[in-house]
């Protein structure tokens, strides 16, 4: 890691846990059983079979045919636990993937299928909705217009949902306009929640010490405003990677910016400079 005498130390900043949408493991877990996996709806084939008293989905095997009752069986849980968390988490599953929904032999659509897939994720929740979506979102849930919703490109989960309502000539459901309520609210908090420090100051003694592109491999077309802080807690910051010079044909030295994460900068090669030449001049 590159590192000077007035690098800033942000020893407050570390790795942070349970940045997801829904924070209960479990739960997660429990959602992508209900949702993944053959269709729950009954398909006329089994309502022809059980009108004639015979076993439903004959070409499944029982594995197969108690794998689709764990699922169903599983409803029930995973809408008390969304309850918990949020109403609208709840009223959007349910919507089409609970006991009614499938009573009533509503297939669920795609979009919403890929929305609970990304809901219920492994992954942080801001990796989903960055600070930029989150403002967008934020002003879709003040004024729910479809140009708001254009605005949503950066939540692709959500914009294909909110699209595949507006496509089919329909105002955007009550609980989906709460459900984005909620995610603008969580997501928010979250971000908050691991800012520990405000953007630095310029350090106007900032200067590079190297400007030789072809040796470190980066370029900045803006001036140094300060050195790269030290972030003690961050194992990835602060560990070196393995290697030795790289690059060769451009002069570039891994080991130089690399290595010591000097990355960031424009990678510029230098055949793409050696080509190019002043344009001549023709004459009629």
Known sequence: MISHENSLRCDNVRYYSHLQWIPDQKLRKAIRKVIQGRSLVLQSDDEDDEANDSQPRVNMTKRGQQDLLDRIEAIPGVQDGMSRLDKSLKDVFSAYFGIQALGAGIEPPAVYHR??????????????????????????????????TSRLVGIPCLYEVLEYHNAK??????????????????????????????????????????????????????????????????????????????????????????????????????????????PSNHTA
């Open 115 to 148: 929305l609970l897939m990304q809901l219920s994720a492994e992954e942080s929740a801001i990796q989903t909705a960055n600070r930029p979506a989150l403002e967008a979102l934020r002003l879709f849930v003040a004024y729910p217009t479809s140009v708001n």
């Open 169 to 278: 000539g329909e105002g955007y459901p009550e609980h989906l306009l709460s459900l984005c309520k909620w995610m603008w609210q969580w997501g928010e908090g979250l971000l908050k929640g691991i800012i520990v420090h405000q953007a630095p100051s310029i350090d106007e003694s900032a200067c590079l010490t190297d400007h030789n592109w072809q040796k470190t491999g980066c370029s900045y077309t803006m001036p140094q405003v300060r050195y790269q802080p030290q972030y003690r807690y961050l194992k990835h910051d602060t560990r070196n990677e393995p290697g030795g010079r790289r690059g060769a044909k451009c002069s570039k030295y891994y080991s130089k910016y690399g290595e010591q994460r000097l990355t960031g900068g424009i990678m510029r090669l230098k055949q793409w400079f050696m080509t190019l030449r002043a």
